[in-house]
């Protein structure tokens, strides 16, 4: 998994509330067990009309998001079923962070299990980072995992709290599977006695 240290980059507005899985990546989607790939369908009913054609409307279309790599968004985002496909999206699009007032508590930890920093602050913070995004690609935001501190395009600089293990992880790149690796050398030890013990098994 990439690690996440420091991001600078475009933040897009999107202040729509309980936006669920189902929003971000359509049921007809889920048919692949791949994490890559699934960027272009995020998002897809909102993006899209139904003969294909992108909604000019729509933030991630307009041309000063389109290389947006964080996404402040409204309360209760990641609501709705507990779709790791969810997460696999918006980080192949493109997205690293995501701010909101509340998440789905599942959708939540499956982010940090992608690569993905969520971060959840008061709702008066959220309006002063989504004015912030507002601003358009001239306007850039910097997420710091390290000082747990987000600055704005004018220099306000806003703390946030994250749980020091889910921390570790994304600075480290350490997914689940990446965690058992870091035992590997115990693992072998223990896998070689127990062939002693019980060659039979």
């Not at 189902?22 to 909102?46: A, C, H, S, W, Y």
């Not at 000019?56 to 947006?68: E, S």
């Not at 209760?76 to 690293?96: K, L, M, Q, V």
């Not at 994304?170 to 223990?190: R, V």
Request: hydrophobic residues 40%.
């Amino acid at each position: 998994m990439q690690k996440f240290t420091t991001l600078t980059g475009i933040a897009a507005p999107m202040p729509q509330i309980n936006v669920d899985t189902d929003m971000i990546i359509p049921k007809q989607f889920l048919k692949t067990i791949k994490r890559t790939g699934l960027g272009v369908n995020l998002f897809d009913e909102m993006r899209f009309d139904r003969d294909g054609n992108e909604n000019p409307d729509f933030v991630l279309n307009k041309p000063q998001y389109r290389d947006a790599e964080i996404l402040v968004a409204g309360e209760n985002f990641g609501c709705g079923s507990s779709r790791e496909h969810a997460p696999w999206a918006i980080r192949d699009f493109g997205i690293s962070c995501v701010i909101a007032p509340s998440f789905a508590d599942i959708f939540y930890n499956n982010c940090f299990k992608n690569g993905i920093l969520p971060i959840a602050l008061p709702q008066e913070q959220v309006d002063i980072l989504m004015k912030d995004a507002e601003k358009g690609a001239n306007a850039r935001m910097t997420v710091d995992l390290e000082t747990q501190e987000i600055t704005t395009s004018d220099g306000e600089v806003i703390r946030f709290e994250v749980d020091a293990f889910k921390k570790h992880c994304l600075l480290n790149g350490l997914d689940d599977i990446g965690l058992t690796l870091e035992k590997a050398a115990a693992i072998d030890s223990f896998e070689a006695r127990q062939g002693q013990a019980r060659p039979w098994v």
